[in-house]
């Protein structure tokens, strides 16, 4: 593996255990998914614009660029909907597994916006995150609300990472601002009407639920897509994609030890879980092997 990659993979994962915490806040703020999600935008470009304006340099870039961005930036904001809303609905355990469907509707999209062929072991690896899923969800009744939501959530997903791989010709910083401030912008205008069908007695952010969302915004924000927007440069989006599977596994470990999860889950949620852990050994070796048969060449 080139040196390049392999700066390239540090920084996906570092990507992926900041990620691991986000769904913990998914639960420590008490605001609904959609404030949530809104003022998690505000405090980001605040504090990414801030370092740009005294420390970096905002480029300016054209109308035609910011709007390709920015509606990036807009799946970003409407994935952030659904995976707390899946949380809140569900748990974080539930929320952060549905998200291993990504691999899978990226191997669905990404040949149809990318123009290339469809891979066979895509579709196979994917095949089984799908069953370990169809299992919790026949089994795990009560939390079939969370499920269904966790699923669009994964669908947002995938198509934030395929399409942001097609507009990540900026740098870093650049992308990072403009799309959290699409971002910002879609909900901004979006949450009037989310108000009117979810009505609260206090918009605003208070006392801890302050103090998460800064935390939040800094290091599981502004840090988390700024490491992933590095390695899209130089990794694919289904390569992204499939390792982000692995978030579940900091994830649930952090929600067990805070929260005491694994009381409330049960046996048919672990059986799912380790199909879906199996998909993401099977790909592995499959890479490792492909890149032992092309070094022989």
């Avoid at 990620?19 to 504090?47: D, H, K, P, Q, Y």
């Avoid at 490491?227 to 599977?245: D, E, G, M, P, T």
Wanted: net charge positive; glycine share 6%; charged share 15%.
């Amino acid at each position: 593996m080139k040196q390049v990659e392999k700066r390239a993979f540090l920084e996906l994962h570092i990507s992926i255990l900041l990620a691991g915490c986000t769904g913990l806040f998914g639960r420590l703020i008490t605001l609904n998914e959609g404030l949530l999600t809104f003022w998690r935008l505000f405090f980001s470009v605040l504090i990414i614009g801030v370092y740009l304006f005294f420390i970096k340099k905002i480029n300016k870039i054209s109308l035609k660029d910011f709007v390709k961005i920015a509606s990036v930036g807009a799946l970003l904001g409407l994935h952030w909907v659904l995976f707390y809303g899946s949380i809140k609905y569900s748990n974080i355990s539930i929320g952060i597994v549905c998200l291993s469907l990504i691999s899978f509707f990226t191997a669905l999209i990404d040949p149809l916006v990318n123009k290339h062929r469809c891979f066979k072991h895509e579709f196979l690896f994917s095949f089984i995150t799908i069953l370990g899923i169809a299992l919790i969800f026949n089994f795990d009744s009560h939390y079939q609300t969370g499920i269904i939501i966790g699923i669009f959530s994964a669908l947002s997903a995938a198509l934030f990472t395929i399409f942001n791989k097609k507009v990540a010709k900026y740098n870093s910083n650049i992308m990072l601002f403009y799309e959290m401030l699409g971002g910002f912008i879609f909900i901004g205008l979006i949450m009037p009407f989310y108000l009117y069908f979810f009505p609260v007695e206090n918009i605003f952010p208070f006392g801890m639920n302050l103090f998460y969302l800064i935390i939040l915004a800094l290091f599981c924000t502004a840090f988390l897509y700024y490491f992933q927007i590095r390695a899209l440069k130089k990794l694919s989006a289904f390569s992204v994609n499939l390792s982000y599977n692995l978030e579940p596994i900091y994830t649930m470990i952090l929600a067990m030890i805070i929260f005491q999860e694994n009381k409330d889950l049960s046996v048919y949620f672990y059986m799912g879980f380790v199909l879906i852990l199996l998909s993401v050994i099977f790909q592995s070796i499959y890479v490792f092997y492909e890149k032992k048969k092309q070094e022989k060449l």
